[in-house]
C-alpha cells in the first residue's frame, strides 16, 4: 500500500487483496490522506470524502458523509441540493442510510470487495460542481477520425463526473473562455504524457476542483474502425508506437467492415424488422422471393426462409441476402460474406409467404415482391424504400491499387498497416475460391495462393443434373458417358483458375457434394446425408471418379503451362475417416497423373493430400500422414462431427435456446471450441508431424478467419489459413496480430 503520486491524481492508495491486516491498513491509509489533505475523514467542517473502486464493479462515492457532515459538504459545494444529492447516491451504493461513523462506512464496503478478492484503490473524492472554477470533462489526445494530435472532447461547468459517465456534452475544452485557460494548458500536457505512456490515443475523464486539474481515468479511447487505421498510422508517424504496435491497434473485424458501403447517418427510414447482421454493408434493392428470379434481376435483395446451395447463382448476383432462419454460420451468411454481399438472417420478425411472393412484419406491413427495401448487414436493420450508400475506396483500392498521390488518409493507413502486418506474420494466407473470378479478387486481396477450390461447386444449377446422373448411373458405359462431360467442365474451369492463381499453388478438392443438395429426389436418398455417401466415399464407390478429376486437373495445368503460365496444383480427398480409404484412392490417383504425362511427355510434381474434418481422422492422423503430401482442417464439417450438430439445422431450432440458457456461450460454429475441437486439430497436427516430419498443414473452414482461431493455429504451427476473398485482408492482419501475441507471450 503506497499513496499514489501521480500529480493529478487525486491523492489515494491500494489496499490488496492479500493484505494480512487490511484494517489496519486502511486505517493506517486514510490517516496518511488527512495529513496530507489536511481535512478530516467525514468530519462536520470541510469533510474529506473518499471513493472505493475493486478492480472489479462500480465505485462506491462519497464515502464518510453523513447527516452530521451534510452541512460541511453543502459549504464546500456552495449547493445545499448538490450535497443532498451525494448524500443521495451513497445511501442508494450502501442500501441503507449512511452510518454517523465514516470508518464504520469504509469498513463494510471494503470488508466486501476484499472478500471477493479484488485489490481495493482508495481516492480522495474531488467535486467538479463547486460553483466558479469548477466543472468536468471528457477529453480525448487525438482527433478520433482523423487521428489528428490535439486536445479534444467536452467540459461541462459546474459539474459531477457522473455527467461525462452519462455522455453529456458541454462546451468544447478547446474553446473555453468562462474559464481560467491554465488548467487546460496542463491538461493538453498530461494528454500528451498519457499518450507516450499508454501508446495509445486516450480518452481521459477529469474534473476541475476551483481551477484545480485531476485526472480521474484514462483508457484507449473509442474510435470507429477508419478512425482505428487513421489514429494507428499517425502514431506510428509521431513516434508514440512502433510499426509493430501500429498493426496491434486495429483489428481484422475493422478492416472487413471498412470492405462494405456503409449509410450515412440519419439515411435509414425507421426499422421494421430487425434479425442477426452477419455479413457487414448495405444494401438496398427490390424484393425478390426465388433465387432464379433474383438471378434474372440483379441488384435485387434475394428474401427466403433459409438459402441451400441450389440457390447459388441467384445469390451470387443479389446485392443483399434475407432470411428468416439461420445464423452467423449459416448458409446464408457463409456464401455472403465470402462473396462480400450484406445479409442478415434470423429475421424472427418477418413471415415469408413465397407463393405470394410477400413477406409481412409484426406490425402488419406487407413488402411485395419489387418492392424496394433495404437492409443493413452490420445492424441487422430491415427497412422500407432505397437507402443511398458510399462506396468503399479501401474496397476499390485493394482491388486496383491506387496511384500513391491518389489516396485517401484512410487508404494510405491501409495501406501502411497490412504492408507490414505481411512482414510480421508466418501464416500464408490463401482463399476459397472456384472461379477465376474469386481466384482473382483472392489474389487482388493478398492471397498466396487457393487452399479450396470446390469441384463441387462447378455444378450448381443447370449442371447438377450430372451428379444426379452419375449417382443414378447403373453401367459403366453409362457412367463414363457422364465422366466424360464432368472431366470437359472440370478442364475448362480449373484452365482458367490455374491461370489466375499463376505461380501459387491450388489445393482442388475432389468431389464431395451432399447428395440431398444435388439430387433431391433421388430413390435412395439418406436419412443423414451429410454424414452419408460424399467425399472419399463416393470416390470409392463410383468407379473412376477421382481418377477422371485427377486427369483433368493435370490437362489443365499442361494447358496452362503450355500457354506460359506457372500452374502449381495440389489435389485434396475430402472425409477421409481411416488409411484404407486414403491408400487406395492415392494410387489411382498417382496412376492417372501418371498416364496424363506420359502421354504428353511432361512431368508435374502434384502433391496430394487430404481433408481432417472427421475426429476419427484427427485421433489416426499418423496412419494418415503416411499416404498425404498435407493435411487441411475442414473445421466446419469437423465441428459439426465432433458436437454432433448439423451447422443449419442447429442455427435453426435449438442453438439460440442453448446460447440463452448458458449452455453454450456462443455458437461453435461462429467461435473456435478450443477445447474439443481445437484439441482434435491440436493432435492430429502432433501426429501427423511425428509420421512426416515434412507435411504440410492447413485451416480452411470458417475459423479460419477468428481472431481467436487465429492465434491458436499459429500457435500451434498450422502453415496456412484458407479463407473467403473477402476475409483475405482481415486474416492478413489478424496473422500479424497472432505472431506479435506469441513473441510478447514468448519473452522472458
Same mark, same amino acid.
Given at each position: 500500500m503506497t499513496l499514489n503520486d501521480l500529480a493529478y491524481r487525486p491523492p489515494g492508495f491500494t489496499l490488496a487483496a492479500d493484505t494480512s491486516d487490511w484494517p489496519?491498513?486502511?486505517?493506517? &491509509?486514510?490517516?496518511?490522506?488527512e495529513q496530507a489533505l489536511d481535512r478530516g475523514f467525514g468530519a462536520p467542517d470541510m469533510p474529506l470524502l473518499l471513493c472505493a473502486q475493486a478492480t472489479v464493479g462500480d465505485a462506491v462515492l462519497n464515502i464518510g458523509l453523513s447527516k452530521e457532515s451534510l452541512p460541511g459538504l453543502t459549504a464546500l459545494l456552495g449547493s445545499a441540493d448538490a450535497a443532498e444529492h451525494a448524500y443521495g447516491r451513497l445511501e442508494t451504493a450502501l442500501g441503507q442510510p449512511p452510518s454517523p461513523d465514516p470508518h464504520h462506512q469504509l469498513r463494510s464496503v471494503v470488508e466486501g470487495m476484499v472478500a471477493a478478492g479484488a485489490d481495493v484503490e482508495i481516492t480522495s473524492m474531488v467535486f467538479g460542481?463547486?460553483?466558479?472554477?469548477? &466543472?468536468?470533462?471528457?477529453a480525448l489526445s487525438r482527433h478520433p477520425e482523423s487521428g489528428e494530435p490535439g486536445l479534444f472532447g467536452w467540459f461541462l461547468p459546474n459539474a459531477t463526473g457522473v455527467a461525462v459517465a452519462d455522455a453529456v456534452a458541454g462546451t468544447d475544452v478547446t474553446d473555453l473562455s468562462a474559464l481560467t485557460a491554465e488548467w487546460v494548458t496542463e491538461l493538453a500536457a498530461v494528454t500528451r504524457s498519457l499518450e507516450r505512456v499508454r501508446r495509445d490515443m486516450c480518452e481521459i475523464?477529469?474534473?476541475?476542483?476551483?481551477g484545480r486539474l485531476w485526472i480521474l481515468d484514462s483508457r484507449p479511447a473509442p474510435r470507429s474502425a477508419a478512425g482505428a487505421f487513421r489514429v494507428a498510422k499517425r502514431l506510428a508517424d509521431d513516434g508514440i508506437v512502433t510499426e509493430d504496435e501500429m498493426v496491434g491497434l486495429v483489428t481484422g473485424e475493422q478492416l472487413t467492415s471498412l470492405l462494405f458501403a456503409q449509410a450515412r447517418p440519419g439515411q435509414h427510414s425507421p426499422a421494421v424488422a430487425t434479425g442477426q447482421g452477419v455479413s457487414p454493408g448495405i444494401a438496398s434493392g427490390p424484393a425478390v422471393f426465388d433465387a432464379e428470379r433474383a438471378r434474372a434481376r440483379p441488384g435485387s435483395v434475394l428474401v427466403l426462409p433459409e438459402t441451400t446451395p441450389a440457390d447459388m447463382e441467384g445469390m451470387l448476383t #443479389?446485392? &443483399?441476402?434475407? #432470411?428468416?432462419?439461420?445464423?452467423?454460420s449459416s448458409h446464408a451468411a457463409v456464401v455472403a460474406r465470402g462473396v462480400g454481399v450484406p445479409c442478415v438472417c434470423a429475421a424472427a420478425g418477418i413471415t415469408i409467404d413465397l407463393p405470394g411472393a410477400k413477406f409481412r412484419t409484426a406490425a402488419g406491413i406487407s413488402v411485395h415482391e419489387?418492392?424496394?427495401?433495404?437492409?443493413?448487414?452490420?445492424?441487422? #436493420?430491415?427497412?422500407?424504400?432505397?437507402?443511398?450508400?458510399? /462506396?468503399? /475506396?479501401v474496397l476499390r483500392?485493394? /482491388?486496383?491499387?491506387?496511384?500513391v498521390e491518389e489516396r485517401s488518409e484512410l487508404v494510405a493507413a491501409v495501406d501502411a498497416v497490412l504492408g507490414h502486418a505481411d512482414r510480421l506474420r508466418r501464416l500464408e494466407i490463401r482463399a476459397n475460391a472456384d472461379t477465376a473470378a474469386d481466384a482473382a479478387r483472392a489474389r487482388a486481396f493478398g492471397a498466396t495462393g487457393i487452399g479450396l477450390c470446390r469441384t463441387e461447386h462447378l455444378f450448381l444449377g443447370a449442371r447438377s443434373s450430372l451428379v444426379a446422373d452419375l449417382v443414378r448411373a447403373r453401367t459403366a458405359p453409362e457412367r463414363n458417358a457422364v465422366l466424360a462431360v464432368m472431366t470437359r467442365i472440370h478442364h475448362g474451369e480449373l484452365v482458367e483458375v490455374f491461370a489466375a492463381m499463376s505461380g501459387l499453388p491450388v489445393t482442388v478438392r475432389l468431389l464431395d457434394p451432399p447428395l440431398h443438395?444435388?439430387?433431391?429426389?433421388?430413390?435412395e436418398r439418406e436419412t443423414n446425408p451429410m454424414l452419408g455417401r460424399r467425399g472419399v466415399r463416393l470416390g470409392l464407390t463410383v468407379a473412376g471418379l477421382f481418377a477422371a478429376q485427377a486427369r483433368a486437373v493435370a490437362e489443365a495445368a499442361l494447358t496452362v503451362r503450355e500457354r506460359g503460365g506457372d500452374p502449381r496444383p495440389e489435389i485434396m480427398i475430402p472425409f477421409v475417416s481411416t488409411e484404407r480409404e486414403l491408400r487406395p484412392l492415392r494410387t489411382e490417383i498417382e496412376t492417372a497423373l501418371a498416364e496424363v504425362f506420359a502421354a504428353h511427355g511432361e512431368s508435374m510434381e502434384i502433391p496430394i493430400g487430404t481433408m481432417i474434418e472427421l475426429p476419427r481422422a484427427a485421433l489416426t492422423a499418423d496412419a494418415l500422414a503416411r499416404h498425404a503430401d498435407f493435411f487441411s482442417f475442414g473445421t466446419n464439417d469437423l465441428t459439426q462431427t465432433t458436437w454432433g450438430m448439423s451447422r443449419d439445422d442447429a442455427e435453426s431450432t435449438f442453438l439460440r435456446d442453448y446460447v440463452d440458457r448458458g449452455v453454450v456461450e456462443d455458437s461453435p460454429f461462429g467461435t473456435y471450441d478450443q477445447a474439443g475441437v481445437g484439441q482434435l486439430v491440436a493432435t492430429a497436427l502432433r501426429r501427423g508431424h511425428a509420421a512426416r516430419a515434412d507435411l504440410v498443414t492447413g485451416v480452411c473452414g470458417e475459423h479460419a478467419q477468428l481472431p481467436e482461431a487465429v492465434a491458436r493455429f499459429h500457435d500451434d504451427g498450422v502453415d496456412y489459413l484458407s479463407c473467403s476473398p473477402f476475409a483475405v485482408p482481415a486474416a492478413r492482419l489478424e496473422a500479424a496480430r497472432a505472431a506479435l501475441h506469441h513473441r510478447t507471450r514468448s519473452l522472458p
Open positions: 489496519v491498513a486502511l486505517h493506517d &491509509g486514510v490517516q496518511r490522506l460542481n463547486s460553483g466558479v472554477g469548477s &466543472g468536468t470533462g471528457l475523464q477529469f474534473v476541475v476542483e476551483h #443479389t446485392a &443483399g441476402i434475407l #432470411t428468416a432462419r439461420g445464423g452467423s419489387g418492392e424496394f427495401i433495404t437492409i443493413d448487414g452490420a445492424t441487422g #436493420t430491415i427497412h422500407l424504400g432505397q437507402t443511398a450508400a458510399g /462506396e468503399s /475506396e483500392h485493394l /482491388e486496383t491499387p491506387l496511384p443438395e444435388f439430387v433431391p429426389d433421388h430413390a
